[in-house]
């Protein structure tokens, strides 16, 4: 089939990848009144989405967020409507020993763990009785983000001014006198090595005035528009289990762990509403170890004394990993180009300090979005310039680039 065949459809705006940022994004520019397309001219705004994953809310994500973004954004929002969301009820910060001397721990780690061990028996852990302000999620919401991605994919397609199309993954963005005007989809029916096969069909172009970048750290769109990549990059690890019956944590229980499987990994304990529970780590990428994969340290965690007995006689519901931009503010991207802007964790958003993205990631595109809409309101196109003082303005003023410049350093430390 010859590339002129290739089918090309015109939109006002497309968006690459549905997750947080996009949902912020989608959300608030679903509620801006009396925005008329400029490409079907007498009509709404024309808005498309495109994520690659088979649906909205796929994939195993259990998360703790403040959610400052997300209740500015849905205000009057009601945890209850959300399947497996709870607000947060109770947090602890704990510190786990090495109760089987497998980590590998520096001498001064020894010596500490030596010092406390008489205090942390019979568990090997030591629950702390201060947690840090940039780790406390007070007043927040612990969500699996599958629900809630489609929770808010349902309101956004029922306001009927935007598509969300799953299942459609983006080949790259489409780039004409170094500008971005548009993406193109992905071609079907091609074999490994990408040659067509009987079935193939080219991907569509689509052509739009903007489009938004909230595909993450890996996504086609933002790896091909990155200057350099990024610095820093974590695994996040996790089981998504039901907890046996009579379990007494209560939905909304947080823990945060340190110490183990090794000193420079981070774990997590999250439960939900209908006693599940999303349990993982996270494993920094300049972190080597020979012997020992991203999966075999989720196992040794959970097998922590501390641990093993909140989960034991449990049945894991599933389990995934994902890869995390830990760079932050320093590896951040060029937010805004011509015709395009970015979103979310691939554009820096998230706060290694805090170990928190989701809500980082929702106000960013909720930024971009009031950005957008007074861009249109006032005929304005959308130029690197006025993308600058529209949305990376308003970034750069918000709670958002405020914390990620304090966490800037945060993990050079380690």
Known sequence: MSQA??????????????????????????????LESRVAPGMPLQVVCYER??????????????????????PGLDPTQIPLAAPVVEERLVYLLDPVGASRRSRGHRWLDALLSPFARPLSAIELPYIPPFLRKDGGLVLSIGQFLQFVSAEVMGSGTV??????????????????VG?????????????????YLPGMDVRAELTVVGDGPVGAV????????PREWALGMKMVI???????????????????????????LYVHAERVASVGIFVPSWFRSP?????????????HPYIWRLVAGGRMRSWGAK???????????ALVGEGYARIGEGSGSTNPLAGSGVDEAWTTGAQLAEGVSELLKAGQPFTRQNLENAYVARRRASWVDQEARIAGRARDGF
């Open 183 to 199: 993406v193109r989809l992905a071609d079907q029916g091609v074999d490994r090595a990408g040659r067509p096969e009987s079935n």
């Open 291 to 303: 012997a020992r994969t991203g999966y075999r340290y989720l196992q040794r965690f959970l097998m």
């Open 222 to 229: 933002g790896q091909q528009l990155n200057e350099r990549p």
């Open 242 to 268: 039901d907890l046996a019956e009579g379990t007494n944590l209560p939905p909304g229980t947080v823990l945060h762990t340190l110490g183990f499987p090794e000193p420079e990994i981070f774990g997590f």
């Open 5 to 34: 065949e290739r089918q090309t459809m015109e939109m006002d705006i497309v968006c690459v990848g549905f997750g947080p940022a996009a949902a912020g994004f989608l959300t608030t520019l679903a509620k801006a009144p009396g």
């Open 323 to 333: 890869s995390l931009q830990e760079s932050g503010r320093r590896g951040e991207p």
């Open 53 to 74: 994953a088979d649906d909205t809310g796929f994939g195993v994500s259990g998360v703790v967020t403040r959610a400052r973004g997300i209740r500015a954004s849905l």
């Open 163 to 180: 598509q969300i199309w799953p299942g459609t993954p983006v080949a790259g963005p489409l780039i004409e006198d170094a500008r971005v």
